[in-house]
């Protein structure tokens, strides 16, 4: 991904690393924020579409990628949203659209809650909606609390954690029912995903947790910007959608079915591009 830059950004928790495409001119960038446990490397390809009309900035989340680890022990999303606030700050951009994958949409919900000015319009791409009991089950089993052994034994969890995700859902359910449509066994996509684990083995679980106590269909109520949200069939959170849709019916909804030329179009246009 040649046009892609790097670099990182100095916040009180530490540096955090970011990717970041196309020319920074008077146009609103585009900020986006990936899924866990991955990092910005997984939006490069979309990434690549987006940059060839405007800015974009895609931070590793703290306790992700190559940025530093979150401030304290069970960080809300209140609180990831304050640090996209900062970064922003510290890169005097005044007024940017969002977009969020899975964990990055809850994250972007809040922003937008916080930042009603500023954030001129969200894109989620995924969003999480829990019963109470799925809410329980996913904190108890979904991202268990590791740490680096002397036998070395995270290396090969990592890997069948990461795996196990793209044939199941949730991983930790293996039978026919739980089975996912589509998923990945592209054997480089795992192992850069593992790596990206790997690096925050310690850490990882918190972006899960916050995801897993957020009221989603409370707080999204209030979101009063320009909203879209894509889906697609493959989509392991797409049965959200009706009930994302009754409780903020401002929301549009697209289906994306022709890959990332399509899911930037639709990114573009509810931005005003």
């Known amino acids: 991904m040649s046009n892609i830059d790097?670099?990182?950004?100095?916040?009180?928790?530490?540096?955090?690393?970011?990717?970041?495409?196309?020319?920074?001119?008077?146009?609103?960038?585009?900020?986006?924020?990936?899924a866990s446990p991955a990092c910005s490397r997984s939006l490069e390809p979309l990434i690549q579409h987006l940059s060839t009309s405007r800015y974009v900035i895609a931070p590793d989340t703290l306790?992700?990628?190559?940025?530093?680890?979150?401030?304290?022990?069970?960080?809300?999303?209140?609180?990831?949203?304050?640090?996209m606030s900062r970064l922003l700050d510290a890169m005097e951009i005044e007024s940017v659209d969002v977009y969020g994958t899975h964990t990055g949409s809850h994250i972007g919900i809040e922003?937008?809650?916080?930042?009603?000015?500023r954030v001129q319009s969200l894109t989620m791409d995924g969003v999480a909606v829990l019963s109470p009991e799925d809410?329980?089950?996913?904190?108890?089993?979904?991202?268990?609390?590791?740490?680096?052994?002397?036998?070395?034994?995270?290396?090969?969890w990592a890997w069948h954690y990461v795996r196990d995700q793209m044939v199941f859902f949730?991983?930790?359910?293996?039978?026919?029912?739980?089975?996912?449509?589509?998923?990945?066994?592209?054997?480089?996509?795992?192992?850069?995903?593992s790596l990206d684990l790997l690096k925050n083995i310690e850490h990882y679980h918190k972006t899960y947790e916050a995801v897993f106590k957020h009221e989603v269909l409370e707080r999204i109520k209030g979101v009063q910007q320009a909203t879209l949200l894509l889906?697609?069939?493959?989509d392991v959170l797409a049965g959200a959608?009706?009930?994302?849709?009754?409780?903020n019916p401002n929301i549009d909804v697209r289906v994306v079915e022709e890959g990332h030329d399509q899911a930037a179009?639709?990114?573009?246009?509810?931005s005003g591009y």
């Open 6 to 34: 790097r670099q990182f950004v100095r916040l009180e928790e530490g540096l955090v690393h970011l990717r970041t495409a196309g020319e920074r001119t008077e146009q609103k960038p585009l900020l986006m924020m990936h």
């Open 63 to 83: 306790g992700c990628g190559d940025s530093a680890s979150p401030a304290g022990e069970s960080p809300d999303l209140v609180y990831y949203a304050n640090t």
């Open 111 to 117: 922003l937008a809650l916080a930042e009603p000015v």
């Open 135 to 156: 809410q329980q089950d996913f904190l108890e089993n979904y991202a268990p609390h590791k740490k680096a052994d002397e036998f070395g034994g995270q290396l090969n």
């Open 170 to 193: 949730p991983h930790y359910r293996k039978d026919e029912e739980h089975k996912r449509v589509g998923g990945s066994f592209d054997t480089c996509f795992l192992h850069e995903l």
């Open 231 to 234: 889906t697609d069939t493959e």
């Open 241 to 247: 959608v009706p009930a994302l849709k009754a409780v």
């Open 265 to 270: 179009e639709f990114i573009n246009a509810v």
